[in-house]
């Protein structure tokens, strides 16, 4: 499975971005798609995922309400639609693959990965 992630930019504080994420090569019938962040000098973080079958989705809470993650089943692409974003939200995102179809927010649980796409907000 390759993933590819884009939508990145600059944007200024409280502005809003799209984030893409494509999906090709052999899928099973039920996985989930994750959102995961890096900002410089710190960990990688979950963001939110969505199950492929059940549309099931979990946020991380420094984004719930702000987030929110769709999905089209035709162009096998996941969308991360960011609004009301804060200087913190600055990072470079990526995009993961999970097998099951359970939304996980371990990054372990994640067997593919995207290149990331980076995200800048300004204040």
């Known amino acids: 499975v390759q993933l590819q992630a884009s939508g990145g930019g600059l944007v200024q504080s409280g502005g809003c971005l799209r984030l893409?994420?494509?999906?090709?090569?052999?899928?099973?019938?039920?996985?989930?798609v994750g959102w995961f962040r890096q900002a410089p000098g710190k960990e990688r973080e979950f963001v939110g995922a969505?199950?492929?079958?059940?549309?099931?989705?979990s946020y991380a809470e420094s984004v719930k309400g702000r987030f929110t993650i769709s999905r089209d089943n035709a162009k096998k692409q996941v969308y991360l639609q960011m609004s009301s974003l804060k200087p913190e939200d600055t990072a470079v995102y990526f995009c993961?693959?999970?097998?099951?179809?359970?939304?996980?927010?371990?990054?372990?649980?994640?067997?593919?990965w995207g290149q990331g796409t980076l995200v800048t907000v300004s204040s």
């Open positions: 993961a693959f999970s097998y099951r179809g359970i939304v996980y927010n371990d990054r372990s649980r994640y067997a593919h």
């Open positions: 893409s994420c494509a999906a090709s090569g052999r899928t099973s019938s039920s996985y989930t």
């Open positions: 969505i199950s492929w079958t059940r549309s099931s989705t």
